[in-house]
């Protein structure tokens, strides 16, 4: 079996991280895959990195938008543009370990799973370890997802001859977990791989350390994209606060 997979890349002003990041996907022990990227504008030299990256390797297809759209639009246009079996997602400052592919590819024929994720571990952005890693939940349904999302964006894989291709819900943050909730509306479980297979990168400037902010994107997660009651709502919400707010790193 040599399914082509699909790696859903969308990036914006990420030329410090992107070369990195392609190349944990060239070094890939699985070699059949199409890399999607999707450039949201960036204003640095995104561009550049990754067009010369593109040119030496044609499995690598850039896409520059003409007008910033947001993470959710940029997924959502990769998503329509891939043509593998598999979809993979990779955000941009991530890493894969080398056979991570491979791996988990095997994980998903061997136990028929359609929708799967793995463990992972945090690293800082100069790409030295945090030494925290983040643990899969053996299987998680729609409502475990709800109340703490154990997904790393950049480990998951599902197959688009099971499951078919979705439009990503479009809010500017929370969008990857309102997806795995869309999917999780088709598909009763996401699987986790206990391997660890990605490097999450920690960024002092990203809208997502600051957890403040994204209470509101919780909340329009909860209320606009998944229709939730007040009161419903208002539990997430402080349940999510009391794991990530309040909890001493």
């Known amino acids: 079996m040599n399914d082509l997979v699909s790696i859903i890349t969308p990036t914006y002003n990420c030329g410090k991280f992107i070369a990195e990041t392609i190349e944990s996907v060239l070094r890939q022990t699985y070699e059949n895959w199409e890399m999607i990227i999707i450039d949201d ?8 990195i990754v067009e010369e990256h593109a040119q030496r390797d044609k499995r690598i297809k850039y896409h520059l938008f003409d007008i ?17 079996k598999y979809m993979a997602f990779l955000d941009s400052d991530d890493l894969w370990i080398k056979d991570k592919l491979e791996r988990q590819l095997s994980f998903m024929n061997r136990n028929q799973y359609s929708f799967t994720c793995t463990s ?16 899969s939940k053996k299987r998680t349904n729609y409502n475990g997802v ?8 950049s480990t998951v894989m599902y197959n688009v001859d099971k499951l078919g291709k979705f439009t990503v819900p479009n809010i500017k943050k929370r969008n990857d977990d309102a997806l795995w909730l869309k999917i999780l509306k088709k598909e009763n479980y996401i699987y986790g791989m206990p391997d660890i297979l990605m490097k999450y990168r920690i960024r002092s400037n990203s809208i997502s350390s600051n957890k403040l902010e994204l209470v509101k994107y919780h909340w329009e997660l909860y209320r606009k994209i998944e229709h939730l009651s007040v009161p419903r709502s208002v539990f997430h919400l402080f349940f999510w606060g009391f794991l990530k707010i309040s909890k001493i790193k």
Do not use: F, H, V, W
């Open 68 to 84: 910033n759209s947001g993470a959710a639009i940029a997924r959502t246009k990769a998503m329509e543009l891939a043509s593998g």
């Open 120 to 135: 992972y571990e945090q690293i800082n952005e100069n790409g030295n370890p945090l030494k925290k890693i983040i643990k």
């Open 41 to 48: 504008c960036s204003t640095d030299n995104t561009k550049e």
């Open 146 to 153: 709800l109340l703490s999302c154990p997904i790393g964006n």
